[in-house]
């Protein structure tokens, strides 16, 4: 198939992009790598009469450190984040995250800030955004706003974003010292959506016990599913094998996935049993085996 027809414009500074959805924020898209956007419009399941594409717009596709935090450009794309020597030093979560997206022609296009902004219940940034209490800035002509990823993600492919606003920068904060995390997923083949995917961080004490534990889930509901109960129940602990199987046996309990042709929601939840394991075991290894992240 292809894409009803629609105007096009490409305009050359983010005022000027606010501007044109501000005045068509009732039919208007925003082009970044499109690699959802597109296949959307081909088959006709989105008729936007106005595509903004933002890829000429100056100075987004940065990666940096500032404040106390990982900042990320609206148009800084996979690849670049998979392999960013800071991201991969300090956010291995983010990275790894990254990587299993797709295929090479996907992440070199794809961005994660589109990936946020079009809430796939499949895609692997939300869940890092949640598994590290990550943020973004929301920009719109009217002013700017910052969400979390509790407040961002509200359904299948649908979030807080108002129709006017560009999700312009993803802010991660810098994981502290004796920390170690992940991302591991489970997909049929290289390239495919996730049926399960796992975002976990933990960070251990001078005693070697649990002193923080993030768990968040892909794959299992219409968002991002952070494991609370799980992570409070290791909190305190030593790493132990069998505390560990007892997290995520809980995590399984805690879920309430669908059945889809991809997978029965029993078969998700023994996925999401399996990977919680062998996350939180790589993570905790991590965290005492190189001292940092």
């Known amino acids: ?52 594409d933002i890829n000429r717009l100056p100075g987004l596709d940065y990666i940096r450190v500032a404040d106390g935090q990982l900042r990320i450009g609206a148009l800084a794309r996979h690849t670049a984040v998979a392999k960013h020597p ?35 219940p499949t895609a692997e940034h939300p869940a890092v955004l949640a598994a590290l209490d990550g943020e973004v800035v929301a920009r719109s002509a009217k002013g700017e706003r910052t969400l979390k990823a509790d407040e961002l993600f509200l359904g299948y492919l649908t979030t807080a974003l108002r129709a006017d606003e560009l999700l312009t920068e993803v802010r991660l904060p810098v994981l502290p010292p004796h920390t170690g995390s992940t991302f591991v997923e489970f997909a049929p083949r290289v390239g495919d959506f996730a049926v399960v995917g796992i975002a976990a961080a933990v960070t251990l004490g001078g005693d070697g016990a649990w002193q923080d534990v993030r768990l968040a889930l892909t794959g299992v509901g219409g968002t991002p599913f952070r494991a609370r109960q799980a992570e409070s129940a290791l909190k305190g ?36 049993r399996t990977l919680t394991e062998r996350a939180l075991t790589t993570a905790a290894e991590r965290a005492a085996g190189q001292g940092g992240r």
């Open 1 to 52: 198939m292809k894409a009803a027809a629609f105007d096009y414009e490409a305009p050359a500074s983010l005022e000027e992009a606010l501007a044109l959805l501000q005045a068509r924020s009732d039919d208007a898209k925003i082009l970044a790598g499109g690699q959802s956007l597109m296949p959307m419009l081909n088959m006709r399941l989105a008729r936007p009469a106005l595509i903004v």
């Open 86 to 120: 800071e991201v991969v030093r300090g956010w291995p979560v983010l990275a790894e995250a990254a990587a299993q997206i797709g295929h090479d022609a996907i992440r070199n296009r794809g961005t994660v800030a589109g990936s946020l902004a079009h809430s796939d």
């Open 237 to 272: 602990t030593r790493p132990k094998a069998a505390d560990i199987a007892a997290a995520a046996a809980q995590v399984a309990e805690a879920i309430e996935p669908d059945s889809d042709i991809k997978a029965s929601a029993r078969y998700r939840r023994q996925l999401a």
